[in-house]
């Protein structure tokens, strides 16, 4: 009796979630109801040439809702990171030694990125906590910087280093924080422009746009930007980096075929 009894109890709990399923009963899943990202790039590749002097690209998309979502009383919040491709960088700083400014010391900082955009609806303190933020690594202050100090160097010193890194970056437009840069033009569609200064470097890059909403992360989505150089300056770049001795020699025999013309050109009777 015991047996059969626990057979009907399967059956009949088998049964009423097929009725209910059936019914529509059944609740749906948490991602049927979390909000989801749209995004888009104006132009997903760059191309530097010689009159190259910079470049602005529009970072924009919509945030849509499944119908069943519950409607939240906080405004939605974007930060929009632009990240360049990883270098390594020896910040060096100097000291008059016998009257003459030398290198006194340096930090070198591995896998950093070369460039490094973060535009915001709000203030980041405004939007997430720094926990989350740290998380997503998202603000000049959470970048990881990994440097090859040992354990034992001062850490008051590191920090002093990365201050200066960052403070060189910003001076050379390569690094920005802008708040306030996002804006929506609908309760749900957004846009952003992103300018690229004259000497962002090459290589592959990407755009993280992250959706928040009363300080909680909601989602987030990724793309990728190309930057390359093209034409005359594209042939150059790949032959100095392929083959450094022919690239070496072709700018020898150039410097020296420049002088000569300009001595043939300028010469005195």
């Not at 690229?196 to 928040?212: C, K, M, S």
Request: charged fraction near 20%.
């Amino acid at each position: 009796m015991t047996r059969l009894s626990s057979t009907l109890k399967k059956a009949m709990t088998a049964i009423g979630l097929l009725v209910g399923c059936a019914a529509g009963l059944v609740l749906p899943s948490v991602d049927a109801k979390a909000e989801t990202l749209v995004t888009a790039l104006s132009e997903p590749a760059i191309s530097i040439t010689s009159n190259f002097t910079g470049a602005d690209i529009v970072v924009f998309g919509t945030v849509e809702r499944d119908a069943v979502t519950v409607e939240r009383p906080d405004p939605y919040d974007i930060v929009v990171t632009v990240r360049g491709p990883k270098e390594t960088i020896v910040t060096r700083r100097k000291a008059r030694v016998f009257g003459v400014w030398v290198n006194n010391d340096a930090v070198r900082f591995i896998g950093i990125p070369s460039f490094y955009a973060l535009h915001s609806t709000r203030p980041l303190e405004e939007i997430a906590d720094p926990a989350v933020l740290s998380s997503r690594q998202i603000g000049g202050d959470y970048l990881p910087m990994r440097t090859d100090a040992s354990a034992q160097d001062d850490a008051q010193r590191v920090s002093e280093f990365r201050k200066a890194l960052l403070r060189l970056k910003l001076q050379e437009g390569l690094y920005a924080e802008r708040t306030g840069a996002v804006t929506f033009l609908s309760p749900s569609l957004f846009r952003t422009t992103v300018p690229l200064p004259a000497n962002v470097p090459v290589g592959n890059y990407e755009v993280e746009v992250t959706l928040f909403r009363g300080g909680a992360l909601l989602t987030s989505h990724s793309g990728s930007l190309k930057i390359g150089k093209a034409g005359f300056e594209q042939f150059t770049f790949e032959l100095a980096h392929t083959n450094p001795v022919i690239y070496g020699l072709a700018t020898v025999l150039m410097a020296l075929a420049t002088g000569w013309l300009a001595g043939v050109i300028f010469r005195r009777e």
